[in-house]
């Protein structure tokens, strides 16, 4: 009898591990499914390393969409945004300038009824070496934004991005 007890348990531990492989396969093959790009036939290992990547970098991006939404939205970032103030019909400027390394990030947000000339913001940004890449222009409800991606004449020199902050206060305000 001891002998046929531990067949059994052996035959139950076989199964038990067998199920426990499907499952393991199972989640797996969801997982791979649900990450774009995963390495073509890789180990478990790189596999769950890329797909943690991935987790982090759609981490990111959804901060950076909170962010923008905020702007958007007319409250204060931490990256030097002025916060929208509604004086009677009209709203204020914002101004935000990202400094990327060699490259600047700025939006620009103003009321339709508060005008400024784009051609002197790009102005105030070659004045300060900096290349203008990129202006992008969207209306949202009444405001007007602009997103303008610049670059560093000289990238051993850069931008200095609180002078340019400044200035385009001075000219918008």
Request: net charge positive; glycine share 6%.
């Amino acid at each position: 009898m001891p002998r046929q007890r531990s067949n059994l348990s052996k035959l139950d531990r076989s199964a038990v591990e067998r199920n426990r492989r499907m499952h393991m396969k199972d989640l797996f093959s969801r997982l791979a499914f649900l990450v774009p790009t995963r390495p073509s036939k890789s180990s478990l290992h790189v596999s769950l390393d890329h797909a943690t990547t991935y987790i982090k970098q759609l981490q990111k991006r959804i901060e950076t969409l909170k962010q923008r939404k905020q702007l958007l939205q007319g409250s204060t970032d931490e990256t030097g945004g002025i916060r929208y103030q509604m004086s009677g019909a009209s709203w204020s400027p914002v101004i935000t300038v990202r400094d990327m390394g060699s490259s600047l990030e700025l939006v620009l947000i103003s009321g339709s009824n508060k005008k400024f000339r784009l051609h002197e913001v790009i102005s105030v940004l070659e004045e300060e070496a900096a290349q203008v890449v990129t202006v992008n222009q969207c209306m949202v409800g009444d405001r007007i934004c602009y997103g303008i991606h610049s670059e560093a004449v000289s990238s051993r020199i850069g931008v200095d991005a609180s002078r340019v902050h400044e200035r385009l206060k001075e000219l918008i305000f």
